[in-house]
């Protein structure tokens, strides 16, 4: 049995095999081909046969066939398709529907098939050319133009043809006023191009040999619908629903919308129902109601009359909740922090659950809260917003969501209602500055104050309240004074001591926390670096300013004033960390050839010490115009001018010299010592910069004698500019016979006149010692005795008075006696006594005391260089003539003096006489 069976399975298996290789190599003949012609819709219908091949059939065998259209008249082929089917026995007979490109009135469609296996490189043998039946227009006794109307895509190729009567020809068409005249026939089928620039509709025209009238027809432009995007459907109240969706580009001129209107067709996949299907009045959306499910598959379809797209989607109505926007949004109540809103949401079916967002914008920003409420028709929401700013207008909106998840879309916002909150003390500080202009007594300090970041008035500020207090007296009665808003300054007087100055912003409410400055007792130090600044480091609307940076001051302040010239002045201060020692001062109001002067201070906690004055120009201008001069001293060789300093006039920048000009008429102007020269047409104008911005005077030297010379002088500040006009001024130097007959002149005049001052000088130095003696010093200088009773003095200065130490029981000569004897004689002073000596020198407590000679009754005889003396008792030793004479000099020595000597004693202090006599 096992063996028959095995037989059995190997004849199975060989059966198979050779059913299957006859085929892969069995060819399908297509029998009993028919072709159809549908004019109105321009369509063919080709019907054919297999032959019959039962072993086939029973396999299901894959086949294709390749179908042929051709124009009979032509013989071109216009069509070529493949078509691929199954066969079996219920698929015997086959059809195929084709659409020709060339309108089927104009020409004889003919067809021809063959076929092969999918499975097989083998085809079959072509069928015979069989042609579609149908009217022939050639018989008929009337024209034609095909097709009557044409609706094509932009960009394709169109055929039309033109038919004449029987025995007639057709002499022209034309596409769109361009007119073309073909070879006399009676058809005639032509094509054009529907390029992207012509109309919607143009019209085609042929003319024919029997008349003069031609007929036309029209030919519309249109596109394949665009495929539908972003569709999506969604529900408001859980009981209609809302498709919606992009259709893309849509035609929308009238003629072809007449033609070839495009349609959305909406419909349930599932159940083939269809919820919208409409030309104009769902382009974009469909609604419709909902059912007892809730998960929903749809399909869009947008077509039109060259084709038609579709999309599809998928959707949980559960999740597809869009709520309505909220109404009747309220404020119920309201203080400076917080407004309460209320509103209303239309009810939902089944009550979801909804989040509202509202949004609360200010100026500056905006807040935003969240809260869940029930969409419960009997429902009203509130909520109160909290943690608002004072004194602001905010505008407030909502929107609300179903609270599920996957979140879905929020609703579109209500409409905006307005609300503000009460007023509230102001919050943050002001930044505050001064400046000091010192008095003899009083002070004043003009007090500056703007909003720092963070301050807030919360409300309308009414007035600026300073309180000033005496830092070193505090018994002194503090001081207020109040500034009507919006003013950001005001001038108080102070005195000599340091004071505390507080500024506060008051609106109704109350007012905000002070901002304080300290005024020092004694002005910023005045022995202040005051400089002048290149513009070298500015930008078009920034100043460079640096200073030098210390350590002790914790922050520094720069002021200034944007319009300097002005009153006020646009006042304006910067400040800067510990760490800085630069800034770019940037301001649009300032303006190229204005001085701007910069003040740098230290702070020291409140403290500010004035560091640094910086003069700066955001550009220095060159002065335009000529400086004024005077001449002062001219010659024949040269020429003296002075001037005024410039910088003291102009103020469009920093003189830092200038320049001397100076020409001569139809000459040369090469002078020695200029060191610039400048062509002007024919003449040389000779220039010499001068870089001394201080220099006031300058000489022009080995200029030619009687020659006409025009000097001018201009300043310059950054780099000199060389301007050339006609206002010079004329200077002739002098004829050089004439300066040299002046020097001549002025020689015979001062050469006596020197001698005669020789003779006086030598003269004038004898006049003077014996009329002006000089007034001896004397000095009291004690003296070591030698021996009892002899004193050694030599070479007596005449101005010393030696006082001697009384000497107990030895008779010593008078002290008149020595000065009579020995006055006029070179003595010594004794410089080289050591130390040791004079200090162990024991003087006894009654020496004399210096007095003037006169106190004694000195007298004297008046000098004979002198006139005669009314009142000898008044003469002195002031009289005495300077000159070392021997005590025997005589009377006939030139220019001496004759003194009459008396006894001499020094005057003892009144203590001293009490206790000696001067008879000791």
């Known amino acids: 049995m096992d063996h028959l069976i095995f037989q059995t399975t190997l004849l199975c298996v060989a059966l198979c095999f050779g059913l299957f290789q006859n085929q892969g190599n069995q060819v399908f003949e297509p029998t009993n081909l028919r072709i159809h012609q549908n004019n109105s819709v321009q369509q063919l219908l080709l019907e054919w046969d297999v032959s019959d091949y039962s072993e086939a059939f029973n396999s299901e065998i894959e086949i294709l066939f390749n179908i042929q259209i051709r124009l009979r008249e032509e013989d071109r082929i216009i069509l070529n398709v493949n078509y691929m089917t199954v066969l079996n026995k219920s698929r015997q007979h086959h059809q195929r529907r084709l659409f020709s490109d060339v309108p089927l009135e104009c020409a004889t469609h003919e067809t021809r098939i063959r076929s092969k296996v999918m499975s097989s490189k083998i085809w079959s043998n072509w069928s015979y050319w069989v042609a579609a039946n149908g009217p022939d227009a050639l018989s008929g006794n009337r024209i034609y133009i095909f097709p009557e109307y044409k609706v094509a895509e932009r960009g394709s190729n169109v055929t039309f043809c033109c038919i004449a009567k029987k025995n007639k020809t057709v002499t022209s068409f034309s596409v769109y006023n361009r007119t073309e005249h073909p070879t006399p026939k009676q058809r005639v089928i032509f094509t054009s191009n529907a390029t992207f620039s012509l109309p919607s509709r143009i019209q085609v025209a042929c003319g024919f040999s029997e008349n003069h009238h031609n007929n036309s027809t029209y030919l519309y432009l249109t596109r394949q619908p665009d495929k539908p995007r972003n569709l999506s459907c969604e529900t408001e109240d859980m009981i209609n629903i809302t498709c919606t969706w992009d259709p893309g580009k849509v035609e929308s001129n009238n003629n072809v919308k007449s033609v070839c209107p495009t349609k959305f067709i909406l419909s349930d996949t599932s159940s083939t129902k269809t919820y919208c299907s409409c030309v104009t009045n769902c382009k974009n959306s469909c609604s419709f109601k909902m059912g007892h499910q809730s998960i929903y598959d749809v399909n869009l379809i947008s077509k039109n009359c060259l084709g038609q797209k579709h999309e599809h989607l998928s959707f949980d109505v559960n999740f597809r909740v869009h709520p309505v926007v909220p109404s009747n949004l309220s404020v119920d109540d309201q203080n400076d922090t917080f407004i309460q809103l209320s509103w209303r949401v239309k009810p939902i079916r089944?009550?979801?659950?909804?989040?509202?967002?509202?949004?609360?914008?200010?100026?500056?920003?905006?807040?935003?809260?969240?809260?869940?409420?029930?969409?419960?028709?009997?429902?009203?929401?509130?909520?109160?917003?909290?943690?608002?700013?004072?004194?602001?207008?905010?505008?407030?909106?909502?929107?609300?969501?179903?609270?599920?998840s996957p979140f879905w879309k929020w609703s579109e916002w209500s409409q905006n209602i307005h609300a503000k909150t009460l007023e509230s003390a102001p919050s943050g500080l002001l930044d505050i500055w001064r400046v000091i202009n010192p008095g003899l007594e009083q002070r004043n300090v003009t007090v500056f104050w703007r909003e720092l970041p963070g301050f807030r008035a919360n409300g309308n500020i009414k007035t600026y309240d300073l309180f000033w207090e005496n830092l070193e007296d505090p018994s002194v009665q503090h001081h207020n004074y109040s500034v009507s808003a919006p003013q950001n300054y005001t001038t108080i007087s102070l005195g000599s001591h340091s004071y505390k100055i507080l500024v506060l912003a008051s609106n109704t409410m109350f007012a905000s926390s002070p901002s304080g400055i300290i005024i020092p007792a004694t002005y910023e130090n005045g022995n202040v670096h005051y400089s002048e600044e290149s513009t070298i480091n500015n930008t078009a609307h920034s100043i460079y300013i640096s200073w030098k940076p210390q350590s002790k001051f914790n922050q520094y302040v720069v002021d200034w004033c944007n319009q300097p010239k002005n009153h006020p002045c646009d006042f304006q201060w910067m400040k800067f960390g510990q760490n800085d020692s630069n800034a770019f001062i940037t301001s649009d109001a300032f303006k190229p050839g204005i001085r701007y002067t910069f003040s740098v201070y230290g702070m020291e906690g409140d403290k500010s010490y004035l560091l640094e004055k910086k003069v700066k120009y955001l550009e220095e201008r060159e002065p335009k115009q000529y400086l004024s001069f005077k001449t002062v001293t001219v010659t024949a060789n040269s020429l003296t001018v002075t001037w005024k300093r410039y910088d003291q006039e102009f103020n469009s920048g920093f003189i830092r010299g200038y320049i001397f000009y100076m020409k001569m008429k139809n000459q040369s102007c090469v002078t020695k010592g200029l060191e610039l020269f400048k062509h002007a047409g024919n003449q040389v104008i000779c220039?010499?910069?001068?870089?001394?911005?201080?220099?006031?005077?300058?000489?022009?030297?080995?200029?030619?004698?009687?020659?006409?010379?025009?000097?001018?002088?201009?300043?310059?500040?950054?780099?000199?500019?060389?301007?050339?006009?006609?206002?010079?001024?004329?200077?002739?130097?002098?004829?050089?016979?004439?300066?040299?007959?002046?020097?001549?002149?002025?020689?015979?005049?001062?050469?006596?006149?020197m001698l005669i001052m020789c003779m006086c000088f030598w003269r004038s130095n004898c006049m003077r010692n014996c009329l002006c003696p000089a007034v001896p010093h004397p000095k009291v200088t004690p003296f070591l005795k030698m021996s009892p009773g002899i004193i050694e003095i030599s070479n007596t200065i005449p101005d010393q008075l030696v006082v001697l130490e009384k000497h107990q029981g030895s008779k010593q000569p008078a002290l008149g006696m020595l000065i009579e004897n020995l006055s006029y004689v070179q003595s010594t002073y004794y410089p080289e006594l050591r130390t040791e000596e004079r200090t162990n020198q024991k003087f006894n407590s009654h020496l004399t005391s210096y007095k003037p000679l006169q106190d004694f009754g000195f007298t004297g005889r008046p000098s004979p260089c002198t006139s005669e003396t009314k009142d000898h008792s008044k003469v002195n030793l002031n009289y005495l003539c300077q000159m070392e004479v021997p005590p025997s000099m005589g009377e006939g020595t030139d220019c001496t003096c004759s003194v009459h000597w008396i006894d001499y004693r020094p005057q003892l202090s009144r203590t001293s006489r009490r206790n000696t006599s001067l008879s000791d």
């Open 350 to 404: 089944g009550n979801p659950l909804l989040l509202c967002q509202i949004n609360a914008a200010y100026a500056g920003g905006n807040k935003q809260y969240n809260i869940t409420v029930q969409s419960s028709p009997d429902f009203h929401p509130h909520i109160k917003l909290g943690d608002l700013q004072p004194y602001t207008s905010y505008t407030l909106k909502i929107r609300c969501a179903t609270a599920v």
């Open 687 to 753: 220039t010499y910069q001068i870089e001394k911005p201080n220099q006031t005077e300058f000489t022009v030297r080995h200029l030619e004698p009687s020659t006409t010379y025009w000097f001018a002088l201009q300043a310059y500040t950054v780099k000199p500019e060389y301007i050339i006009n006609d206002n010079f001024t004329q200077v002739i130097t002098k004829d050089d016979t004439e300066e040299w007959f002046s020097h001549l002149l002025q020689l015979l005049v001062i050469i006596p006149l």
